[in-house]
């Protein structure tokens, strides 16, 4: 059947919301993070408008650099009240067309509108709809992109930011991207990149172009995303996140066996972001927390520990992790693979609100 998806994406969100309030800054550039301290600050910018944006500063970027970069921008520190509330109006707009819906994040969000519209050309009109009742209702931009997969949708609705409107059909898509970058992709960044463009692949018509196996042979799995993604045949539905679904949980075998708690530690970290990144996307808030631990020789264990309330802080996970793991501290065994489970799951379409906090190391 044909899919129509939109995905749609607030435009500079923060530094917008900052705008819409003083419209003194329309025009230039606005950089929301960290107090730049005349360039001996710490911390990062959250966002930039697209002014700030010609100087090369971008989300992630040191506020210090941004500051040598452009000296005479205005920096304002992050008002996160005013965010989560522009964020849930955006929400409940986008949300009225289809039940369908899935917000990532504080400024993104699909729906499927397959059931919904026609053809794309309707689906267009939706969107259109949407932008305007963003723009008169919440006073700020929104680019939308429609495709049949998902990550098609999000690859279009960056196409021509901002308050962009981008329609990849199947006919089409691959003519529109061919020329353009791999890094259009999600997932695709500078590392990625660089191993791509040792094997040649530079545009998105270069993956078109590549047989499936030899993206396998070079990339492993990742290749095979990436393949598909380009090809448009990404299956995945808008709302993948099923309310019956039980427990979130991710684990990972050490390469060689090891008793270095660094390595273990390491690991652990990097399990917790993985399934953090997974309840945000989600909205999920959780109340068990479980360590697995599996030794040289299969020896395993899980150990648990229920909340007496639902939390989503990833630093409370590994403080729980962490303590669970004290009890094998003194074994002497090498460890083999650690594992992080969550249960005890709610989900929360409604807790927007905290969202927002995922970006407090500003
Ligand atoms: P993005 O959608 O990634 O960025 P954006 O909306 O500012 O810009 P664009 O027009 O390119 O979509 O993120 C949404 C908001 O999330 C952003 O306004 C600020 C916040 N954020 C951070 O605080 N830190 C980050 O590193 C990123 C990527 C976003
Ligand atoms: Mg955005």
């Given at each position: 059947m044909k899919r129509l998806i939109l995905h749609c994406d607030l435009d500079c969100f923060f530094a917008a919301v900052e705008i819409r309030d003083n419209p003194e800054l329309r025009g230039k550039p606005v950089i929301i993070g960290a107090d730049p301290k005349e360039g001996k600050g710490r911390g990062v910018i959250s966002t930039c408008s697209y002014e700030a944006r010609e100087f090369g500063l971008h989300s992630g970027m040191p506020i210090s650099q941004a500051f040598q970069r452009c000296p005479n921008g205005i920096y304002l520190k992050p008002n996160f009240n005013k965010y989560n509330l522009a964020s849930s109006q955006v929400m409940e707009i986008v949300e009225n067309y289809s039940q369908n819906f899935q917000q990532v994040g504080s400024d993104e969000a699909y729906l499927d509108l397959s059931d919904i519209c026609i053809n794309f050309n309707e689906a267009k009109e939706v969107a259109k709809e949407i932008q305007s009742k963003i723009r008169n209702n919440v006073g700020i931009t929104i680019s939308v992109g429609i495709a049949p997969t998902k990550s098609l949708a999000k690859i279009a609705s960056d196409f021509k930011k901002p308050n962009g409107l981008t329609v990849f059909t199947p006919d089409n898509f691959k003519f529109l991207l061919k020329d353009k970058n791999i890094t259009c992709i999600p997932g695709i960044g500078k590392k990625t990149k660089i191993k791509f463009v040792k094997k040649g692949i530079k545009t998105i018509g270069d993956i078109i172009k590549t047989p499936l196996a030899d993206m396998i042979t070079f990339f492993g799995k990742h290749g095979d995303w990436i393949w598909k993604v380009a090809n448009g045949l990404d299956n995945r539905?808008?709302?993948?996140?099923?309310?019956?679904?039980k427990s979130i949980s991710a684990e990972r075998t050490f390469s060689t066996d090891t008793i270095d708690f660094n390595e273990i530690l390491s690991k652990i970290t990097e399990i917790n972001k993985k399934i953090y990144r997974t309840v945000i996307k989600h909205h999920i808030t959780y109340k068990t927390i479980s360590l697995k631990i599996r030794f040289k020789g299969f020896q395993t264990y899980t150990r648990s520990k229920t909340l007496n309330y639902y939390i989503q802080d990833e630093h409370k996970v590994l403080k729980v992790i962490l303590d669970l793991f004290k009890e094998f501290s003194n074994n002497k065994k090498k460890v083999r693979l650690v594992g992080i489970k969550l249960s005890n799951l709610e989900k929360n379409i409604r807790t927007r609100q905290k969202f927002i906090l995922n970006y407090i190391y500003v």
């Open positions: 539905k808008v709302m993948e996140f099923h309310a019956s679904r």
